[in-house]
């Protein structure tokens, strides 16, 4: 008889499964991925320029749907200044 996943990670892992987000990324990884730094992005997303976020609990999600809008968007001409 095998033990179930109970840890921390496996539960982590099952929950992202669950909910559909298997293929998205933590806000690190995404920072990381697009040379932008954590503060950056807080400040980003305070000033309501970062990417949708997924949330489940406590866990943060960026999916790549959601990630493809973003760069879209920044892309995109304006006379905002940030």
């Known amino acids: 008889m095998t033990k179930p996943l109970t840890s921390p990670v496996a539960l982590m892992v099952k929950s992202s499964a669950v909910i559909g987000i298997a293929g998205s990324s933590t806000i690190s990884?995404?920072?990381?991925?697009?040379?932008?730094?954590?503060?950056?992005?807080?400040?980003?997303?305070?000033?309501?320029?970062g990417p949708t976020e997924l949330r489940y609990g406590?866990?943060?999600?960026?999916?790549?749907?959601?990630?493809?809008?973003?760069?879209?968007?920044?892309?995109?001409?304006?006379?905002?200044v940030l």
């Open 58 to 80: 406590r866990l943060v999600r960026i999916t790549a749907e959601a990630e493809r809008e973003w760069m879209d968007r920044m892309q995109t001409p304006t006379m905002e």
């Open 29 to 49: 990884q995404f920072c990381t991925r697009h040379n932008v730094g954590r503060t950056t992005y807080f400040k980003l997303r305070k000033d309501g320029h």
